[in-house]
């Protein structure tokens, strides 16, 4: 077993704070951004930031889908963390400045994987297949936050 990690990034036009204001609104944006991964999406407690419980299920693949349950916190300015109730994978959004008028949106995904063969062949696609979900979550803010 080890430690496995996911990440993208995407260059979005928006303030930092518009930017990081609308991935924070679970009640609204975030749940319009989504990709076709999701399903079952319900804000259980908050719905803006710090202390929302989300809860979703993700189908990383055909066969693959986990029942997440995310406690939203907020340790950082500019920083917006999910950690799952039911697995030990957390993801990490960090939002900065990108010039004049643009945000970088860094999206790090981190878990315990499996251990054998089951968790190299985890350690070595799972990184791609979740960077590739974030990817189309980005998109999607990317031309949300262009409306």
Not at 32 to 57: A, C, I, P, Q
Not at 103 to 112: L, Y
């Amino acid at each position: 077993m080890g430690q496995v990690e996911a990440t993208t990034e995407r260059i979005v036009q928006g303030r930092a704070e518009d930017v990081f204001d609308a991935l924070a609104d679970y009640s609204g944006t975030r749940a319009k951004v989504l990709s076709e991964h999701f399903s079952e999406y319900e804000v259980r407690e908050g719905g803006d930031g710090e202390g929302t419980l989300v809860h979703w299920k993700l189908q990383a693949t055909s066969k693959r889908v986990r029942d997440c349950l995310l406690e939203v916190t907020e340790p950082t300015d500019g920083q917006l963390v999910e950690k799952d109730r039911n697995s030990s994978m957390v993801t990490t959004w960090i939002v900065t400045p990108a010039g004049e008028g643009a945000s970088r949106v860094v999206v790090t995904t981190t878990w315990t994987g499996a251990g054998g063969i089951g968790g190299f062949f985890e350690r070595t696609f799972a990184p791609k297949g979740l960077a590739r979900i974030y990817d189309a979550v980005l998109a999607n803010l990317a031309a949300e936050l262009e409306k």
